[in-house]
């Protein structure tokens, strides 16, 4: 009996708000039978109507919360836009959790973790993907504050995402880990801030775990960042211990929009995504002006004239609002139905009153390039219509039209990582239930060219090669140039030895060796970038046990001795397994994926001959088996010319098979067969 009335209790707060007196009647009444019945509940039917009734008043505080939300009580002057920086998994998402806890934005609960993480990929692999925009309010000192938080990834594939949020920012929380301290991305993070000439608060999170060193890690931030550890603020997202005076610290230390409220509305467009219903929802920071429903809008990138449908506050849902004022940030709706229109970077204006476009963002620097190609070439309009809404999502994907003998009509993809590229792809088929083939990434190479009919049909006389079957011919190029990057490691100093053989296999040149504190070193590595984006990351955290950490950043291009590798099969050259390789690892690399192919591929009724050539020059074979039925079983004894001729038949049929097969090379083999193993 006592299940079934908690099940009612369930049931009520899950109905709508109208009917309260109706609801505790019907229960009333239903105690009353149960009485009747010879059970006694009056006791517990009291305590269970106590629950229920501040279950009510719960929901109608945070409803009513929703509904009366005036935003010109909060003028510039108590507004603060600050975003959350930090290396992977060190607690970034967990800190926005507690603070939309403690600004009453989300009720308390165990089941909050990683609120902000929206994204199915996001809840799967648990790191944040997305930048996600939250508006707070919080009172201090009898005065009410309007803070917007950006939850950013850590990863550096993802470091797009951290440079655009920090553009509608004047200040950071930059979070470290007090048992794992300073790390490779931590120190990027840093100095992305700092040349945005934004405010900086360290945070030291993580100080409830049983290895925790706080004070270890603030001598690192002194040294590293030349910022006092009195200013260190240390706390523990999970358990939400000294959460509160990182919102005052926000408040004290991070200073107000610098904007003028009688402008005219200027907007900064900086996300957006797209609504099947209402078409591209798009996030906007109000640098001018205000903005509301009816209001004429005009895009300064497309000209085009739109009407305000709805304007509204993210908390982290979506909240309408009457209006939204010069300083704030929220969401905009104008019925903008292509995806094309809403692009980010973009300024919005009044139709009565043009204004000097924002810079904008700085262009995403592709650092991978893949060819991505639609299973089957009936659903190319499909996943043509899927890739532009979620490139609308993830402006930093760059999109190209590209088609192959083999797999049809598809397109080139540049990405910022491997990680990247597998969460695009995953993305892709959770959400827009779309299956593709990606091939093989590579890196985007440079040639300069010596034939001058070259130089003509191309208008330059130095090209950037994205896709390896395009590799122009030695003959016609004076010299070949591979991207390098500039590495940071930062590692326990027990794992140096390992670490400098590493780099040293991957053609990497020293530049620096610091010890940051008596056990920490960080190193710095020029690498040529083919040599660290497939699985360096991987190779580098194995054998550091986990505690080594790396970020890269671009530094350009450099002379290598590049050679296009045609991967055969049976002769003929598959075009989405050409690869580039330096002269000297030619025989490794096309040795390793022979040996790959001949695991991915299946065996067919035929041999098949897995080889990779330089030109005319074959480096490296593998052979497939093929399927053979026994022909001599029926033979019992007889003569020896009887066996020959039934084994001469069989070769002959192989051989004639052999000409006309197709051989068909499995999806998951163009992934699989870049992938170093660690004898490799």
């Keep these: 009996d006592f299940h079934i009335e908690q099940e009612h209790v369930h049931i009520y707060n899950m109905e709508m708000m109208g009917s309260i007196e109706h609801k505790i009647c019907v229960r009333f009444r239903h105690s009353c039978m149960w009485n009747l019945c010879g059970t006694n509940l009056c006791g517990q039917r009291a305590f269970l109507e106590k629950i229920h009734c501040s279950n009510l008043l719960h929901q109608v505080h945070y409803s009513s919360q929703k509904e009366k939300l005036d935003m010109s009580e909060y003028s510039v002057d108590c507004i603060r836009n600050f975003s959350i920086i930090a290396h992977v998994d060190h607690g970034k998402s967990t800190l926005a959790d507690r603070l939309l806890e403690i600004t009453g934005r989300i009720p308390k609960a165990d089941s909050n973790r990683q609120v902000l993480d929206k994204l199915q990929v996001e809840r799967e692999r648990g790191i944040t993907v997305k930048a996600q925009t939250a508006s707070l309010f919080y009172t201090f000192k009898n005065k009410k504050y309007l803070l917007n938080l950006i939850d950013t990834p850590g990863h550096v594939d993802f470091n797009y995402e951290v440079s655009r949020s920090l553009s509608a920012c004047q200040g950071v ?87 003028d409220q009688k402008s005219p509305f200027k907007a900064l467009l900086f ?117 532009e809404k979620l490139t609308l999502n993830d402006s930093s994907v760059t999109v190209n039209r590209d088609s192959s003998a083999a797999l049809g009509a598809g397109w080139r993809l540049g990405f910022l990582g491997l990680l990247h590229m597998e969460v695009f792809n995953q993305r892709l088929e959770q959400e827009y239930n779309a299956s593709v083939i990606m091939t093989a990434p590579t890196v985007p190479y440079k040639a300069k060219l010596s034939s001058q009919k070259l130089i003509k049909e191309y208008g330059e006389d130095e090209i950037t090669i994205v896709n390896p079957s395009e590799f122009p011919d030695k003959s016609q190029v004076s010299e070949y140039l591979e991207p390098v990057v500039l590495g940071t490691i930062i590692s326990p100093d027990d794992y140096m030895g390992k670490i400098l053989a590493l780099c040293q296999t991957r053609r990497a040149v020293q530049k620096s060796m610091v010890y940051i504190d008596e056990h920490r070193i960080m190193l710095k590595y020029l690498f040529p970038l083919n040599e660290i984006v497939l699985d360096f990351y991987d190779s580098l955290k194995s054998m550091s046990s986990g505690y080594a950490s790396f970020d890269y950043e671009d530094a350009g291009y450099q002379t290598a001795d590049l050679v296009k590798m045609d991967i055969l099969l049976n002769g003929r050259s598959v075009e989405e397994l050409v690869t580039i390789a330096h002269r000297e690892k030619a025989y490794a690399v096309g040795k390793a994926i022979c040996e790959r192919l001949r695991d991915s591929i299946p065996r067919q009724l035929f041999e098949i001959a897995v080889q990779a050539a330089l030109g005319s020059k074959v480096i490296a074979r593998e052979t497939i088996k093929a399927y053979r039925k026994n022909v001599l079983a029926k033979c019992y004894g007889g003569d020896i010319t009887r066996k020959m001729k039934l084994l001469k038949r069989q070769a002959e049929g192989k051989k004639k098979m052999r000409q006309i097969g197709n051989i068909e090379v499995p999806k998951d083999a163009f992934i699989n067969v870049l992938k170093r193993t660690p004898d490799k």
Excluded: W
């Design 271 to 387: 996300d957006s995504t797209f609504d099947h219903y209402r078409g591209a929802v798009t996030n906007v920071a109000l640098f001018g002006g205000q903005v509301c429903k009816g209001h004429k809008i005009v895009s300064a990138h497309t000209g085009k004239s739109y009407e305000v449908n709805e304007v509204g506050i993210l908390t982290p849902e979506e909240v309408p609002v009457e209006k939204l004022y010069a300083g704030q940030v929220g969401y905009l709706v104008a019925g903008m139905k292509e995806v094309k229109e809403a692009q980010i970077g973009d300024t919005l204006y009044l139709q009565k009153y043009p204004v000097e476009p924002l810079p904008g963002f700085k262009n995403a620097k592709p650092m991978v390039f893949a060819g991505m190609y639609p299973v089957d070439q009936s659903e190319y309009n499909n996943l043509k219509s899927a890739l």
């Design 173 to 259: 929380l930059l979070v470290v880990d007090a048992n794992e301290g300073v790390q490779a991305q931590t120190v990027a993070n840093f100095f992305l801030a700092f040349e945005a000439q934004l405010s900086i608060i360290p945070v030291i999170n993580k100080i409830d775990l049983k290895n925790a060193e706080p004070e270890r890690v603030e001598k690192q931030i002194e040294k590293m960042f030349d910022i006092p550890g009195s200013d260190c603020i240390k706390i523990s997202a999970k358990f939400g211990t000294n959460v509160e005076r990182v919102l005052e610290e926000v408040i004290t230390k991070i200073p107000p929009p610098n904007i």
